[in-house]
C-alpha cells in the first residue's frame, strides 16, 4: 500500500482557517485519498474522500493537486471540537485502510 | 448515517482469561469487517481482516491463534483475545464499509473497546 506523509503536529486558532498538507508521491492511478480524524479515545471517524478532483462536505473540503502525489485537507473554521488527530490515508486494495502517525491539530480559543 | 457499535466500550480482566469484544454494523451489511489495535501514543495498527463466512486473514506478526475473529453474519464480527496477558492491554477497534465499491466509500469504525489486563 502506498504511504502518506504528514506533519506531526499543527496548531491553529479558533475560527480561522486550517490546511493540513498530505503527501503521497507514490500514488496509483486507482488510489482514493482518504481522510480520518480521531479524537481522544474513540474511534477514528470519516472526514472526506477524493480521487482527482476537488472536494467539498458539510466538515471540510479536499484540495488534490493535479499530479496527484500531494493533497492537502482545509478546515473553513477551526472548532475547539476539531481538535483531533487527522489521519490522510491512500485506499488499500482490499478495501482496508492503513494509518500513518497523522497531524495532531491543536485548535487554541 | 451508517453506524458501527462495538461492545463493551472498556473490559478489565485477569491475565490468562479470554475477552470477547463485539462489532455491529447497525444499519447496513458488511461482509467485510476490519479489526485495529492502537497502543497509547500511537497510531491505529491493522490486525486482521473478516470475512462473512469464511477465515479472516491476519496481518503479518498477529497470533491467528490468540486473536480469534468470527464474522458469523453479514452485521456481526467477534474478536476474542483468548489467554490474555498484560502486553495485550491496548485499545481496540473495528470497521467495516458498506458493500460494494470498497474503495470509494467511507469506512465507519467503532467506539473502540479498551482492554485492560491486568
Known amino acids: 500500500d502506498a504511504k502518506t506523509t504528514q506533519p506531526n503536529s499543527m496548531e491553529s486558532n479558533e475560527e480561522e482557517p486550517v490546511h493540513l498538507p498530505c503527501n503521497h508521491s507514490?500514488?496509483?492511478?486507482?488510489?482514493?485519498i482518504h481522510w480520518y480524524r480521531q479524537l481522544p479515545s474513540q474511534g477514528p471517524e470519516y472526514v472526506i474522500h477524493?480521487?482527482?478532483s476537488n472536494v467539498n462536505n458539510r466538515m471540510a473540503s479536499l484540495a488534490i493537486a493535479e499530479d496527484r502525489k500531494s493533497s492537502t485537507l482545509i478546515l473553513h473554521r477551526a472548532t475547539l471540537r476539531d481538535a483531533a488527530v487527522y489521519y490522510c490515508?491512500?485506499?488499500?486494495?482490499?478495501?482496508?485502510?492503513?494509518f500513518g502517525k497523522g497531524t495532531k491539530l491543536s485548535v487554541k480559543p | 448515517g451508517a453506524v458501527v457499535s462495538q461492545h463493551p466500550s472498556w473490559v478489565i480482566c485477569k491475565s490468562g482469561t479470554s475477552v470477547k469484544i463485539e462489532c455491529r454494523s447497525l444499519?447496513?451489511?458488511?461482509?467485510?469487517m476490519f479489526w485495529y489495535r492502537q497502543f497509547p501514543k500511537q497510531s491505529l495498527m491493522l490486525m486482521a481482516t473478516?470475512?462473512?463466512?469464511?477465515?479472516?486473514?491476519?496481518e503479518q506478526g498477529v497470533e491467528k491463534d490468540k486473536f480469534l475473529i468470527n464474522h458469523a453474519s453479514l452485521t456481526l464480527s467477534t474478536l476474542t483475545v483468548t489467554s490474555a496477558h498484560p502486553e495485550d492491554s491496548s485499545f481496540y477497534i473495528c470497521?467495516?464499509?458498506?458493500?460494494?465499491?470498497?474503495?470509494?466509500?467511507?469506512?465507519?469504525f467503532g467506539q473502540g473497546t479498551r482492554l485492560t489486563v491486568v
Open positions: 473478516s470475512n462473512e463466512g469464511s477465515k479472516a486473514t491476519y
Open positions: 444499519d447496513f451489511q458488511a461482509t467485510t
Open positions: 477524493g480521487l482527482t
Open positions: 470497521s467495516a464499509r458498506r458493500g460494494g465499491g470498497i474503495l470509494n466509500t467511507e469506512a465507519f
Open positions: 490515508i491512500l485506499g488499500g486494495s482490499q478495501g482496508n485502510l492503513i
Open positions: 507514490t500514488i496509483s492511478g486507482t488510489d482514493y
